[in-house]
């Protein structure tokens, strides 16, 4: 639906644009180089200024997706990614089955999904195919209640704004950890599902995920044994009363795995069983073929729609990390590095040089020559020197304005935003384009809108920035705890916070001169 609005905004901008351009200049097109509609070479080239820089702390609260365990990325080492989840009643003020009537809590099933698609045979057997999945190599998790509350609104704003949790706080929250609850020694992400049996009452099934059994007695006493009391009354009271858990990964070796997961599908289920209430004809309670009084199955969820943070621990090696710290901002660099999650990103300053050396900002020269945009283009090459190449590389990449937190005017005039997110906005946003050996060449960006803006509508020439992207359709944006570019940059899009990917491009000062970052292009010049 949003797509087809703007479709006639857009048919009556381009009108606007042909119809003044008939009335008030003769335009012509100088060697465009076009065969078939299709622009081959550009008319001319612009050097562009490029750095990349650490991010810091981001924001990682109330996030669509979380990632749990540990990512060694073959140019950016290690990342350990723990995970903090608030619980919450999914029936205020519950009531259980009366002592009178046998409750017995059977077990308790913690359960996080992975992302998956399931298809069924004909004898209805399931087949899972797994997605966001990264590494194969053990973990170990271990789950403990955390002791830290988290509250929903900021005191430092008179509880007006919402209270934000950031990356670096893992030393908080271990420093507030309470029992361990259960622990996986080996975990490794797998496309079995999981099986619990309950004794002549039940088989459980789940779906592939971090799927175990958690202790009955702490659940017996903690939720069971509260019926009717306070802390179960609202959730408010509960969210105090068991504060969360923490899931704390170590990697047992260099290698490990990481697997994102949607909270709304996290939960914790609480199977009991009690005697049946129905009674037969002589008023007794109904029993089995062997005369024991029938038994039923019943459960109670607590789900993880409260606060749920991510914590990150990385381990950048010591020649990446000095150059994204102290990188050159007046001559940008070589190489780019653009690293998801509590990452690095590139910062692209498009002109505010002197190209052809004639005492005119190039931005200023190409207003001044009213040319008008056909299309624009960044090329990025990858560094084959520094990436393998293959499936530890990011498909996709996302620009945006820094200044501004938002998307850039090419990303809504893209009219592959409904496609599924491995293949949406690929006219702005091109995918990694591959060779034969599966080997990332480069990405291309259309900045056509963009540049036409600033050249045509003498629009800001903010700072863009460049990240890597898990998913480009998910472009909200997420506050960073330290502002970059004199506290003009301050947030950073969703979909660069849950990717774990990194890559290596190269940059406007590049040794490989042709494969320096530059801004491509096509024009038309009136007569």
């Not at 020694?185 to 999981?194: G, R, Y």
Request: net charge negative.
């Amino acid at each position: 639906m949003k797509m087809k609005q703007l479709l006639p905004k857009f048919g009556i901008i381009l009108l606007a644009i042909i119809g003044f351009a008939s009335c008030d200049e003769d335009f012509s097109t100088i060697d465009t180089n076009i065969i078939g509609g299709d622009f081959i070479l550009p008319d001319t080239v612009f050097s562009v200024k490029a750095y990349s820089k650490l991010m810091g702390a981001i924001q990682s609260n109330d996030q669509q997706t979380y990632k749990l365990g540990m990512y060694n990325d073959p140019i950016y080492g290690s990342t350990v990614v723990d995970f903090l989840g608030q619980l919450a009643l999914s029936r205020n003020n519950p009531t259980f089955p009366v002592d009178s009537l046998n409750l017995v809590l059977e077990k308790v099933i913690l359960t996080l999904p992975f992302y998956s698609d399931a298809v069924d045979d004909i004898e209805g057997n399931t087949t899972y195919t797994l997605d966001s999945i990264f590494g194969e190599a053990p973990i170990k998790i271990e789950l403990y209640e955390s002791n830290y509350f988290l509250r929903d609104f900021d005191p430092s704003t008179n509880f007006e704004d919402p209270q934000l949790y950031y990356s670096n706080q893992g030393p908080l929250f271990r420093d507030n950890l309470g029992e361990l609850l259960a622990q996986v020694d080996e975990f490794v992400p797998s496309n079995e599902s999981a099986e619990f049996i309950i004794e002549d009452l039940d088989t459980l099934n789940f779906a592939p995920g971090l799927n175990i059994e958690l202790p009955i007695e702490y659940f017996q006493e903690k939720i069971i044994d509260q019926e009717g009391e306070d802390v179960l009354l609202n959730n408010n009271n509960f969210k105090d009363y068991l504060r969360g858990l923490y899931f704390q990964v170590t990697g047992l070796q260099q290698e490990g795995s990481m697997f994102l997961f949607n909270p709304d599908d996290a939960k914790i289920t609480m199977y009991y069983s009690s005697d049946t209430t129905s009674l037969d004809s002589d008023g007794n309670q109904n029993t089995d073929d062997d005369g024991n009084v029938i038994r039923v199955l019943d459960s109670y969820e607590l789900n993880f729609s409260g606060i749920n943070i991510n914590t990150y621990t990385n381990n950048f090696p010591a020649d990446i990390l000095a150059t994204v710290t102290s990188p050159n901002t007046t001559d940008g660099e070589a190489q780019l590095f653009l690293k998801g999650g509590e990452g690095i990103v590139t910062i692209i300053d498009l002109f505010g040089g002197d190209d052809n050396q004639n005492g005119i900002d190039d931005l200023e020269e190409l207003r001044n020559n009213e040319w008008l945009i056909n299309e624009a283009n960044l090329i990025m090459y990858v560094d084959q020197t520094k990436v393998a190449g293959g499936s530890t590389e990011p498909e996709r990449i996302l620009i945006f304005d820094t200044k501004n937190n938002r998307i850039l005017a090419d990303y809504a005039l893209d009219l592959t935003s409904n496609l599924s997110p491995i293949d949406a906005v690929s006219q702005h946003l091109g995918r990694l384009e591959r060779g034969n050996d599966d080997v990332g060449d480069y990405y291309k960006i259309k900045l056509t809108s963009h540049v036409s803006n600033l050249v045509n509508r003498d629009s800001s020439n903010v700072s863009l920035g460049l990240v890597v992207s898990q998913n480009v359709s998910y472009i909200r944006f997420f506050e960073l705890e330290d502002n970059l570019l004199d506290d003009t940059f301050e947030e950073i899009p969703g979909g660069s916070v849950v990717s774990p990917e990194g890559t290596v491009l190269h940059g406007n000062r590049s040794n490989n001169v042709e494969k320096r970052l530059k801004l491509e292009l096509y024009y038309t010049k009136p007569e």
